[in-house]
């Protein structure tokens, strides 16, 4: 079962770029990594999802080391509006997704 | 807006009753998955359907159950129900194995057992 570990919460400032790094270990060869971000109240909502290497759309980047057991979202020019978890999840081999807390980002004026 | 509309909204239930919540996944999506969400907590996952079959499932009890259409939407259906079961329910819809796609996720249901 691949589990993820996150900082449970990050500051940021507008403007600034944010980083935010996932374990996960006992990543599996078939599982991508996936993160969400998720507003209170609503559903998570699909960020962006690698293999390995370097991912990127248009509001984020995930970079991925070749031994896949950590990734890292980056956030360009955050603004008051990401303010949100983010969750970092891994396929456990099987059918579904293991979410763990996620990273609570705040974003300063 | 994601295409995945869940209903009610909102739910009020008395703990032993029994409770259905309906997912309706966005169009073409061959596969629905359930969460449980507590507050402060990540979701949880409770199972997921493809194309009708329960194809697998998480740390939940029997007492928690669920159906898929031809249509593909979803019900949830939650017996014998407990306090503990006051969370958020997400209903995610996608292409194929939810892992390795883009899943879309629901409002959510926001269940209060008393």
């Known amino acids: 079962l691949a589990k993820t570990t996150q900082p449970i919460s990050m500051d940021s400032y507008e403007g600034q770029e944010v980083n935010i790094t996932c374990s996960h270990n006992?990543?599996?060869?078939?599982?991508?990594i996936t993160w969400y971000q998720q507003f209170p109240s609503q559903g998570p909502r699909f960020i962006i999802q690698g293999y390995k290497t370097k991912v990127t759309n248009e509001v984020a980047s995930l970079f991925i080391p070749a031994d896949r057991k950590s990734s890292t979202l980056s956030l360009p020019r955050v603004s008051l509006s990401d303010t949100a978890v983010y969750y970092c999840l891994v396929g456990d081999g099987g059918q579904n997704f293991v979410f763990g807390p996620g990273t609570r980002l705040s974003v300063l004026p | 807006e994601t295409g995945v509309t869940q209903s009610p909204t909102h739910l009020i239930k008395t703990r032993g009753q029994q409770v259905t919540l309906r997912c309706s996944s966005q169009s073409g999506h061959n596969t629905v998955s359930w969460y449980q969400q507590a507050l402060g907590q990540g979701p949880q996952f409770i199972f997921q359907?493809?194309?009708?079959?329960?194809?697998g499932r998480g740390n939940f009890p029997p007492r928690f159950s669920g159906l898929q259409f031809p249509n593909y939407s979803s019900e949830l259906n939650v017996n014998a129900l407990e306090l503990d079961d006051s969370a958020l329910y997400l209903c995610a819809s996608s292409l194929g194995q939810v892992s390795n796609t883009e899943a879309f996720f629901g409002q959510g249901t926001r269940l209060t057992v008393v």
């Open positions: 359907y493809y194309r009708e079959e329960e194809n």
């Open positions: 006992n990543i599996a060869t078939n599982d991508y």
